[in-house]
DNA sequence: AGTCGCCTTGAAAAGCATTTCATAATTGCG
DNA sequence: CGCAATTATGAAATGCTTTTCAAGGCGACT
């Protein structure tokens, strides 16, 4: 509509921004071949040369038009990210957990000289990500927990796209995936009711999430481990991924109350925490509770919150390092990171 | 090194992804401009040939090479997003916040049909920002948080990069920000501790981050604005963005402990509880706290927390409608978004 | 001294889609 | 029925960089 406000003057600063190799190499008295090559730093210029070629490129603000590049290359040098909005929306995830996960992605793909591409919302089918992979948006992709999209996943994976998924990591997945122990942190979680002598165990979280559900297994396998006593585990509040006190004091509603709760987040068990203490129960004098993630204000907590740990430092790189070797037509193996139980009050 | 793996097999399944428009052509026995019009949408093609060129298209899954169009285009219809990870990965901003409105750019972005890169960290100066724009790698930036880096923002904005920053708004800046209104959240706070009756009031919080110095200018104001009682203003723990338990016990360690806490954030309120707490003291029976943002684990937290809450629905879609704007040529005003307090038992 | 081979450089093609301009086909009108 | 005016389509140029291939210059070796 409007449009021309730009357009007419072209003696403005707009024009420098129109510099192309071209101007360079004339600028300098080569060809574009030579500039390109100073560029990227191949070894076949003379010393002399390179030194000309980079004064003048400096002196004239140059900088390599990435898209001609990636053109011009099969590779795009771009990674798409994907993350789950959608549940983070609802007040779902909350926990800063995956935002730390999203920096150490950042980190090593901007080491690599990699472009990072959020991906849009709503790639929700196999379609939508192919055509998206097509389109040489991206050479592949880190998808940032798998939620309920297993399935999904699956079927990407035979679809010759790199793709590295962090969450549960099991071994007929059929794609490269890094991610915790979440059985063994569930067992953790356990280890700590029994050494507390908890006996009515529940867990809190939506056990259609892979991830979840391998924390619920690990906390049945310290149940069935626990000699002597006969741990009672209470049937899932199998609420959704969201998870809100009031939720949770309506369960509570209909039942005895527990003594030992596992919270599939940090945040999830500071919503239990409240509606607890609403019913007159307070850990840890009567319940045990432990989290997951150990987000900074859980250590704030009152009362602090006992917590499983995981080690998101290596994560962002090493889920990068994963996809590169993809890309590189590898099919390296998944990974699993140990977790480890950070004991406070609960 | 390698390379053969994929290289020299043609009959896979990555011969396929080597699909260009002219193939379509050939197949829909058309021209490639042909081809182009009907995916573009131009009138100016028979119905006829449009319905199959289509069908060709989508039985093959063609999808159009995005590099190649953003090549030939002025436009790459790509945004760069800055956040700030600096000083994340340091525990600092650990609110959900700053990914509520990452999850509101993303969505307003994939609307508009934007792709959205996530800039690399360590854009810290003109120069490398200037690079980065002429890369062509964006049409413009979004700046999520404008940190202490006001200064490099301004000169940012004489060099006609289109730019829209979150953070705190002001007139004289020289670029466009979109921002919640920190002064008048800083206000009713300190209208907070007057109803308290209040007198010994401190701010925790970094003020050489704008947003932060004008939430205690908001604070001071309500101070002078208080009748018949002299407000006594704490010198400000200065500390870095970085607030801990432990910083705020050693501020405490020297003076007599104040009886209002107004905390730049959430996280940080919740550290200052914890360090309180173990001084003895007890919100809302020895003092009265306000923290900022509004994050969920807040009103579960015992004692809930009073906080001031930000519009952050409308933010993304905002922070990308200015942009757009600034794109377009124009040179849009800043805006200033609403705060309200949201008030708990603290 | 002559030939071979290496090193540096440039011309041209390729990578994929869009845009301009020209052409062929069609319609409308006198 | 012939000419002008549309309309649908294609050829070629464009955007910017990288890569291949060829050529020219130089020293080294026999």
């Not at 002196?59 to 990674?79: D, E, F, I, M, S």
């Not at 050479?139 to 679809?159: A, N, Y």
């Amino acid at each position: 509509m409007s449009g021309e406000a730009t357009k007419g003057r072209s003696g403005r600063g707009r024009a420098s921004a129109r510099l192309t190799m071209q101007d360079i190499a004339r600028l300098a008295d080569v060809s574009t071949p030579t500039v390109s090559r100073v560029l990227n730093g191949s070894p076949l210029v003379t010393e002399e040369t390179r030194e000309r070629v980079l004064e003048v490129a400096r002196a004239h603000g140059y900088a390599v038009n990435r898209n001609a590049q990636k053109l011009r290359h099969a590779r795009t040098n771009t990674v798409a990210v994907m993350l789950d909005f959608g549940s983070h929306r609802h007040g779902a995830i909350g926990d800063p957990f995956v935002f730390e996960l999203l920096a150490g992605v950042s980190e090593a793909l901007s080491v690599r000289n990699q472009d990072l591409l959020l991906s849009p919302p709503g790639l929700d089918d196999v379609r939508a990500f192919r055509d998206f992979h097509r389109a040489r948006g991206a050479d592949g992709f880190i998808v940032l927990g798998q939620g309920t999209r297993d399935e999904m996943l699956r079927s990407l994976g035979k679809h010759d796209i790199p793709l590295v998924v962090w969450g549960a990591v099991s071994s007929d997945a059929g794609y490269c995936a890094v991610g915790s122990d979440n059985l063994g942190g569930g067992r953790l979680a356990g280890e700590h009711f029994v050494s507390n002598r908890r006996k009515r165990w529940l867990f809190v979280g939506d056990i259609r999430h892979e991830e979840l559900r391998l924390r619920y297994e690990g906390l049945k396998l310290a149940a069935q481990g626990a000699r002597n006593v006969a741990i009672d585990l209470l049937p899932i509040a199998s609420m959704a991924f969201t998870v809100t006190a009031e939720t949770v004091a309506s369960y509570l509603a209909g039942v005895a109350p527990p003594d030992a709760v596992f919270a599939f987040s940090d945040t999830a068990a500071m919503a239990v925490i409240g509606a607890f203490r609403d019913r007159g129960l307070i850990a840890p004098r009567d319940y045990s509770l432990v989290g997951y993630n150990n987000i900074p204000p859980s250590a704030h907590f009152h009362p602090a919150i006992t917590t499983i740990d995981q080690k998101t430092d290596v994560a962002g790189a090493l889920l990068v390092e994963k996809l590169m070797e993809q890309i590189e037509g590898d099919r390296p193996a998944s990974v699993v990171l140990p977790t480890r139980m950070v004991r406070r009050e609960t």
